[in-house]
C-alpha cells in the first residue's frame, strides 16, 4: 500500500501517524525551552547541567526494566496514558515559568524534578511506542509506515520544533510549556482513539531470569559488548559538551531564543543529509572504516565549536556533527540487527542502550562541572569552550579503541 493510501485507508494508523507527529513537535519545543528557562533561572553552569542531567537520568535508572513492563501492559493504554502525564508535567513547568523572574535559583531544583519526572515517562513511553505499529499496519506496509513516521518525527521535532520554541519565548517564558501541555494531551487523545482489540497479555516472565539471558549473550559478544562502551563514551562526551551549549549559544555567539532554535534546526539538516549518505558510506567503507569516520566527524565538529565564535561556523560544525551521528547510528543499529537473535533481541536492546545511553547524565554533569571549574582561573569564555574541546580529545581516544578493538571485517 502506498504511503498516502496507508494514512488514508488505515484509521488506527492514521491516529498513531498524527499522535506521533504532534507528540514529537511538543518534544522540539521542549528540547530549546527547557534548558532556556534554565538560563533565566541561573547562570550557574552546574545548575543548568543539573536539569539536564535529571532529565536523562532516567535512562540509566528505568532503561532495563521499561522494556519488561512495556511486554506486560497494554500497549494503547500505555502511550495515551503517558502522554496524559507529561501534560500534568509541561503544566507543572508552565506554572514554574510563569512565575520565573532571573536569578531564582531555588527554582531549578522543582524544575529539575519535573524533567526527571518527564524523562521517566518518556523512557517507558518511547519503548511502548516502538512496538504497537506491527498491531495497526499490516507486515508488508512495516517498512513504508516506519519511514514515513521517521520522516515526520524528524521535520516536527528537529526542524520545526526549535525554532518554534525561539518565536514562542519570544511572546513570554511560559508560552512554550503552554504549547507542550497542548500537544501532549492531544497526542493522548489521539491515541486513546484507536480502536483495537485488547491486547492478549503474556505471562509475566521472572525479570532477572529473562535479563540474564540478554547479559550472557552480550557477554560473549565482544564487539557488542565493545560497541556498547564506546557508545556510552560518545554520549558522555557529546552530554559534557552539548549541556553548556545554550550558555555558549547565548554568551560566545551571542544568540537569542530565536537564533538558537535556528542553529538547532541546522544541526537537524546534517542528521537528515547523513541519513541519506550513511546506506552508501557504510557499504563502501564497511562497518569499522564508517564508524572511524563517524568519531572523527564528531571530533571535528567538536573542535571547530571550541575554536568558533560565530554563528554560521558553530552551526556548520553542529551540521557535521548531527550527520557523523546518523552514519554511527546507520553502522550500528544494523550489525546490532544482522547479529542479535530475534528472541532476546530487546532485552540485549536494554542492555546495549543501558551502557551507550546510561552515561549521558553523568555527561551532564561534568560538562557543568568543566565549566565552574575553570571559569575562576580562565575566564567564562574559555570555560565555556572547555567542554567541546574535552569532547574532541576524548574522541581521539575512541578511535583508538575502535582501531585496536573493532576487527576489520565482521
Do not use: C
Amino acid at each position: 500500500m502506498g504511503a498516502r493510501m496507508l494514512l488514508a485507508k488505515n484509521r488506527n494508523y492514521r491516529l498513531v501517524f498524527s499522535a506521533s507527529v504532534v507528540s514529537n513537535l511538543g518534544d522540539g519545543v521542549l528540547a530549546l525551552a527547557l534548558p532556556w528557562l534554565a538560563t533565566v533561572l541561573t547562570r550557574d553552569p552546574m545548575l543548568v547541567a543539573l536539569v539536564a542531567m535529571a532529565q536523562r537520568l532516567p535512562w540509566l535508572l528505568f532503561a532495563l526494566p521499561a522494556g519488561v513492563w512495556t511486554d506486560r501492559a497494554d500497549h494503547r493504554g500505555l502511550i495515551w496514558r503517558a502522554d496524559a502525564l507529561r501534560a500534568v508535567m509541561a503544566a507543572g513547568i508552565l506554572m514554574l515559568a510563569l512565575s520565573a523572574t532571573p536569578d531564582q535559583a531555588l527554582l531549578i531544583w522543582p524544575l529539575a524534578l519535573l524533567a526527571f519526572l518527564l524523562g521517566a515517562v518518556e523512557v517507558i513511553r518511547d519503548n511502548a511506542a516502538q512496538t504497537i505499529l506491527p498491531s495497526v499496519v499490516d507486515s508488508a506496509d512495516l517498512e513504508r509506515a516506519n519511514g514515513q513516521m521517521w520522516s515526520a518525527e524528524k521535520v516536527t521535532g528537529e526542524f520545526v520544533g526549535p525554532p518554534l520554541a525561539g518565536v514562542l519565548i519570544g511572546v513570554g517564558l511560559a508560552v512554550p510549556f503552554g504549547f507542550d501541555v497542548l500537544t501532549f494531551a492531544l497526542s493522548a487523545v489521539l491515541i486513546w482513539l484507536i480502536a483495537m482489540p485488547p491486547r492478549s497479555l503474556p505471562v509475566p516472565q521472572a525479570f532477572w531470569p529473562a535479563l540474564r539471558e540478554g547479559v550472557v549473550w552480550i557477554k560473549a559478544q565482544p564487539v557488542i559488548l565493545t560497541l556498547a562502551l564506546m557508545l556510552g563514551a560518545v554520549n558522555f562526551l557529546h552530554m559534557g559538551a552539548f549541556t553548556m551549549l545554550v550558555l555558549y549559544s547565548q554568551e560566545v555567539l551571542g544568540l537569542g531564543a530565536a537564533g538558537h532554535g535556528l542553529l538547532l534546526t541546522v544541526g537537524a539538516a546534517g542528521g537528515v543529509i547523513g541519513g541519506l549518505i550513511a546506506p552508501a558510506i557504510a557499504k563502501r567503507l564497511g562497518m569499522k572504516a564508517s564508524l572511524l569516520l563517524a568519531v572523527a566527524g564528531f571530533g571535528a565538529g567538536y573542535l571547530v565549536m571550541a575554536m568558533s565564535s560565530n554563528a554560521a561556523t558553530a552551526g556548520a560544525a553542529l551540521f557535521v556533527e548531527a550527520a557523523a551521528s546518523m552514519l554511527w547510528n546507520v553502522v550500528t543499529v544494523s550489525y546490532r540487527q544482522r547479529i542479535i537473535p530475534a528472541g532476546i533481541l530487546g532485552r540485549v536492546n536494554s542492555i546495549y542502550r543501558f551502557f551507550g545511553w546510561g552515561s549521558m547524565p553523568f555527561g551532564a554533569l561534568a560538562g557543568g562541572m568543566i565549566v565552574t571549574m575553570a571559569q575562576p582561573d580562565l575566564g567564562r569564555d574559555v570555560a565555556l569552550r572547555l567542554p567541546f574541546v574535552l569532547a574532541a580529545v576524548g574522541m581521539a581516544l575512541v578511535a583508538v579503541v575502535a582501531v585496536l578493538r573493532i576487527p576489520r571485517r565482521v
